[in-house]
Structures are given as C-alpha cells and as structure tokens.
C-alpha cells in the first residue's frame, strides 16, 4: 500500500509542539486523546476499527524532510507486507520501524519486545518472525530454548532475539511458573544495566551476565502480564477469503531480505551518537513512551511521513492495548466494573456496599465474565483476592437500618479508580479530597 504523505486539510490547533524530535532537546507529550485504529491492512475491511473522524495532535503533524531512510523504510514495509498480512496499517509500520531499531541498540536504554500473538494457528505469527529473522541485527533466534542458554547469548553488543511458539513457555499457570526464570530474563532485559548473576567455572566464582536486548515473542494466546507491558502488542489473525500474500522460500527470498537489511544497517550505523541524544515529543507516558521511544527516534531520523506515522501507531496501539486491558477479566476490568456500580446506584453515589450487593451486580451483567468464572458465579473469597492486589480491602459496612454486613467502603477505590480506569466515570480531585477526610474518620 502506497503513502503519500498528504497532510489533512484542517486548521492547525492553537499549540504547538516539536514535531520531531530535536537533539538534546526534552521534547513534549501530546494531550492523552483517545483514536481508534485504522482500517485493517488487507482487504478484511470490514472486520477492523474505522479511522477517526476528528484528527488529533499526531493526525495534524505535517511531513519533515525525507532522508535516505524514508525510502529503505518503505522498502522494508513492503517485502513485510508481500508475505504477511498485519492486522492494521498501524501494526505494518510499527514492525518496520522496529526491525530497523534493532540496528541502533547500542543507542536505546529501553530494548522494546515486540509481542506478536494471536487466538489460534495459523494466524501468521511464524511467518513474521521468518521475515524478522531476515531483517533485524544480528538475530538469534529459539524455540523453547533454556535461560542460561539465552542468556550466555546475550553479550555486551546486542543480538536480536526471536522467540517463537512462546505459548509452550507461557501456555499455561503451570508452565509460566516452570519457566519463571525466562519471563524475569526477557523482563529484565527490556532495560540497560540489569544483569544476572550465576556462579561459573571450578571455583564456582560469581559471574555478570548481560540481559539486554531487543526480543521478538510470537505465540498463541497472550504473554505474561508483566511482558506484555514492555511490548509493542501484534495481534495476529488468520487470513480471510481473498486476502493473498506471497508464499515464503528462504533460498530463494533471503537474498532480497538481506539486502534491505544492510541497506539498513549502512544507512544507521552513522547515526548512533545523534540517536542516543534525542529525546522525542510523545503521544503517550510512562512504560509506553520508554517502550515506543526507539521506533519513534528511527522515524525522525527518516523524516518524510514516518514521525507522523509512529506516532499513529504509537497511540493507537497503546490505546487499543488499554481497552484489551479493560475488556479482560481480572485486572483493571474488576475495577472499571465497581466503578459503574457505585455510579449507578444513586445520586449521589453511596459511601459503601455490601460485598453481596456487588456480588449481585457483578454476577447479573451478562456482558461481564463474573458469572462464568466459577459455578454459582464470582465468589466473596475471589473479589476479595482481586481487590487486595489494588490494596482494596473489606470491612464492616453500616447499612441504612443501622446494622452492619461485610462490604467495601467507595473511599478505598479512588485511587484505584483514577490511576487503573480513569475514563470510566472520573473521579475529580475535590471528590479525593473530600473523601480523604471521610476515609480519615472511618
């Protein structure tokens, strides 16, 4: 599919930002505006997000000059595309830019993983981790291979890591706790100067071992929680009828991949020293920006439409990522759920519950998991473990007829509320602040 950089016709918003990022400079965040994502990369059209209709700050940013890696960039978007179908246009350029951010390690302090997962075989998650092999620096690439062995791997000079079939790995609870030594190395080595140490040779003296690196994950399902976080989330699905891409042949295909590679590797092996000192405006915060910061520093350094484009992606893929987050069971969605409990139960909203009447609320919605997750439905024990990880506890409650039942006070979620699903329902700072003096007294 062709760009062609065009800048939408619509008036330029009242403030300004660095539209690139800027050599020693410390850059701006964008305003956390929510856009869906683009249409699907493909002909399935139908079955993916709409663009949006209102442009926001990475929509209005206009092209840069173009450099020489605008057009290797482009290059290397298209040999992705001619053998994979990537669920958005968003998803194609987000695995370009990463590939090439491989080549420039040694200028990151964050390695980003790029997770590609999807709900069943054959969605094309090998097949893009063939492409990967081909293109990114120095790969190294296993398949349910040990710690130590990954590790040992890893020297002061970054390899690529490509772990495939991370299902067999991270499948299931008792698989992930079997290999909970290999989450806490790919963890760990998202950023610089976190080693390992393990004792080697006869004297059993203790030994540094380099983690960092940048690592590509494909599997079925999705990775562990805490992975996930550090990645630039891939969601794969099969092909639909009609959609064609070219079959894969390594001796006849490596030659072509190869070359857009070195190209690659030339055109950013002069750029280190200015890589490692820019610091560009993003359009999200937190793990996200350290995460996304390399693909969006590659794609200043290449001008023309690609700041714009990472950017895109980068807001898009996070926002879709914090919906996924939500719409799960567990996690934030316990939360986001409670939260629309209180806000429905009157105004204004009530000081407390009772654990069973939000047992019944939870239970009841037909379009939340809480009824299905065990026979009779979610259980006192099971809210209760869910809360405890937000530091939300119960206590005795004191019903409208003065007797008292176990529930949950509402002064004990607003932090929760604000920090894990701050668009449901917000909470404003003066409600915290009234309800620190309520939670004072309680």
């Given at each position: 599919m062709?760009?062609?950089?065009?800048?939408?016709?619509?008036?330029?918003?009242?403030?300004?930002?660095?539209?690139?990022?800027?050599?020693?400079?410390?850059?701006?965040?964008?305003?956390?505006?929510?856009?869906?994502?683009?249409?699907?990369?493909?002909?399935?059209?139908?079955?993916?997000?709409?663009?949006?209709?209102?442009?926001?700050?990475?929509?209005?940013?206009?092209?840069?000059?173009?450099?020489?890696?605008?057009?290797?960039?482009?290059?290397l978007?298209?040999?992705?595309?001619?053998?994979?179908?990537?669920?958005?246009?968003?998803a194609?350029?987000?695995?370009?830019?990463?590939?090439?951010?491989?080549?420039?390690?040694?200028?990151?302090?964050?390695?980003?993983?790029?997770?590609?997962?999807?709900?069943?075989?054959?969605?094309?998650?090998?097949?893009?981790?063939?492409?990967?092999?081909?293109?990114?620096?120095?790969?190294?690439?296993?398949?349910?291979?040990?710690?130590?062995?990954?590790?040992?791997?890893?020297?002061?000079?970054?390899?690529?890591?490509?772990?495939?079939?991370?299902?067999?790995?991270?499948?299931?609870?008792?698989?992930?706790?079997k290999?909970?030594?290999?989450r806490?190395?790919?963890?760990?080595?998202?950023?610089?100067?976190?080693?390992?140490?393990?004792?080697?040779?006869?004297?059993?003296?203790?030994?540094?071992?380099?983690?960092f690196?940048?690592?590509?994950?494909?599997?079925?399902?999705?990775?562990?929680?805490?992975?996930?976080?550090?990645?630039?989330?891939?969601?794969?699905?099969?092909?639909?009828?009609g959609?064609?891409v070219?079959?894969?042949?390594?001796?006849?295909?490596?030659p072509?991949?190869?070359?857009?590679?070195?190209?690659?590797?030339?055109?950013?092996?002069?750029?280190?020293?200015?890589?490692?000192?820019?610091?560009?405006?993003?359009?999200?915060?937190?793990?996200?920006?350290?995460?996304?910061?390399?693909?969006?520093?590659?794609?200043?350094?290449?001008?023309?439409?690609?700041?714009?484009?990472?950017?895109?992606?980068?807001?898009?893929?996070?926002?879709?990522?914090?919906?996924?987050?939500?719409?799960?069971?567990?996690?934030?969605?316990?939360?986001?759920?409670?939260?629309?409990?209180?806000?429905?139960?009157?105004?204004?909203?009530?000081?407390?519950?009772?654990?069973?009447?939000?047992?019944?609320?939870?239970?009841?919605?037909?379009?939340?998991?809480?009824?299905?997750?065990?026979?009779?439905?979610?259980?006192?024990?099971?809210?209760?473990?869910?809360?405890?990880?937000?530091?939300?506890?119960?206590?005795?409650?004191?019903?409208?007829?003065?007797t008292?039942?176990?529930?949950?006070?509402?002064?004990?979620?607003?932090?929760?509320?604000?920090?894990?699903?701050?668009?449901?329902?917000?909470?404003?700072?003066?409600?915290?602040?009234?309800?620190?003096?309520?939670?004072?007294?309680?």
């Open positions: 062709e760009f062609t950089g065009h800048t939408p016709d619509v008036a330029a918003p009242a403030t300004s930002w660095p539209p690139v990022a800027k050599p020693g400079g410390p850059g701006t965040y964008l305003p956390a505006q929510q856009a869906p994502l683009s249409t699907a990369c493909g002909h399935g059209a139908e079955a993916a997000p709409v663009e949006p209709t209102v442009p926001d700050g990475t929509d209005l940013m206009p092209d840069t000059e173009a450099t020489e890696g605008a057009d290797l960039l482009a290059q978007r298209a040999q992705i595309a001619k053998f994979v179908i990537l669920p958005s246009e968003q194609l350029d987000a695995a370009t830019l990463w590939v090439a951010a491989t080549h420039l390690q040694g200028s990151w302090q964050h390695a980003p993983r790029l997770a590609v997962v999807g709900p069943a075989k054959r969605c094309g998650k090998s097949r893009l981790l063939d492409v990967l092999t081909e293109t990114v620096h120095n790969p190294v690439a296993t398949v349910n291979s040990s710690p130590s062995a990954i590790f040992r791997s890893i020297t002061e000079e970054p390899p690529t890591l490509l772990v495939d079939e991370a299902d067999t790995i991270f499948g299931s609870p008792k698989m992930a706790e290999n909970e030594e290999m806490g190395l790919l963890n760990a080595g998202h950023q610089r100067d976190r080693y390992v140490l393990r004792v080697v040779g006869k004297e059993h003296a203790p030994g540094r071992f380099h983690t690196a940048m690592a590509a994950i494909a599997g079925i399902g999705d990775l562990p929680d805490t992975i996930m976080d550090r990645s630039i989330v891939i969601r794969m699905r099969r092909r639909a009828e959609e064609r070219s079959p894969y042949r390594t001796k006849r295909d490596r072509a991949l190869h070359a857009i590679r070195d190209k690659i590797a030339r055109w950013t092996a002069p750029l280190a020293d200015q890589a490692l000192c820019l610091e560009p405006a993003m359009p999200v915060e937190d793990r996200a920006a350290d995460t996304w910061e390399p693909l969006v520093i590659i794609a200043d350094l290449a001008g023309g439409s690609w700041p714009r484009r990472a950017r895109q992606a980068c807001k898009r893929m996070v926002d879709a990522e914090v919906q996924t987050e939500e719409d799960n069971p567990g996690g934030a969605r316990i939360l986001a759920d409670i939260r629309r409990i209180f806000h429905a139960a009157s105004e204004p909203e009530p000081d407390s519950m009772t654990t069973g009447q939000l047992l019944f609320a939870l239970n009841g919605n037909e379009e939340a998991p809480w009824a299905e997750s065990a026979r009779g439905g979610l259980t006192p024990r099971a809210l209760g473990a869910m809360l405890r990880e937000f530091g939300i506890t119960s206590g005795n409650v004191r019903l409208g007829d003065g008292q039942r176990k529930g949950y006070t509402r002064h004990k979620f607003l932090d929760a509320w604000r920090r894990y699903c701050p668009a449901v329902h917000p909470i404003t700072s003066t409600a915290m602040d009234e309800s620190a003096g309520t939670g004072s007294r309680a």
